[in-house]
């Protein structure tokens, strides 16, 4: 399940931050002048939820695309472009919607959501996984990802057992040849593995049921865990040193990477999945 090499844990980064000298006001001015200029065809406005433009009708929160751009701020106009590109696409597949469940339940995933204060979720079909944190049901196509809504979950005429079983499989299977990244103490004992494949279900993993029986016998039971935001699974010791070197890397990515979670730390045992501490 994982490759095991020398790695010196404490140089362990798994980004580089670049500060943007854009406002989130600045930002806005210039996406309203990028889209306009590289799809004439977009209706877009000012709307008054927070941070959000209203695209071809829909409300679209700008948060993870500024984050993304801050990290890379070199290339806004490349992310702008992305984004609405991938926004198009998302619009295209909305056939999907009419899908069955026997049609759709091949290509269906869970997708760990946080509790959402504009909203933004609440046509989502999802539910708790612990305190501030969601299991929402994506539908996965080559380019982009669309959430199941309710209304949709409700057509199926399924149960949410059934819906939630169908993602977890489709993950088992996706999940059989991952890689990931192992770091090792001075003695050679493995503290800490990441997986981080950029598939967008990096943080789910933390769902998969033989998750604990295969990662225990590398960091003993429990072990703990961050998903700091949605590409990246942090799996490590629960031994205070080892949490103290990785603590404020993850509120840090938390703080400004994309498609944030939760800068809380997990535990992952043999019955489940808590908060610790």
Known sequence: MCRT????????????????????????????????ARFPLVKLARVEEPFSLKVNGHVVSLENLYRLSQIHPE???????????EL????????????????????????????????????TLMQPLIEGLNVAYALDSDRTITYVHQGQFEAWKVSL???HSAAIENLVLRSESMPATAAQDEDGTISLI?????????AS????????????????????????N??????????????DRLKHQIEEDYKHMPHQLTSNLLLVTPDGIARRG
Request: with cysteine; aromatic share 10%.
């Open 5 to 36: 090499p020398r790695v010196d844990f404490e140089r362990i980064e798994y980004y580089d931050f670049l500060m943007s000298a854009l406002t989130r006001e600045q930002f806005v001015e210039r996406v309203l002048q990028i889209v306009p």
């Open 75 to 85: 290339d806004l106009q490349r992310h702008v472009e992305r984004w609405m590109v």
């Open 88 to 123: 198009l696409r998302a619009a295209e597949g909305m056939p999907d919607r009419d899908g069955t469940f026997e049609e759709l339940k091949g290509r269906i995933f869970p997708m760990i959501l946080p509790d959402a204060v504009d909203g933004i979720y609440r046509q």
């Open 161 to 163: 057992d059934d819906v």
């Open 194 to 202: 990441i997986f981080q494949t950029g598939d967008g279900y990096d």
């Open 205 to 228: 993993r933390i769902l998969l049921p033989s998750l604990h029986e295969k990662l225990s016998e590398h960091l003993g039971s429990p072990f703990a865990a961050a998903i700091p």
């Open 230 to 243: 949605r590409d990246i699974l942090l799996c490590f010791r629960n031994k205070d040193e080892t949490i």
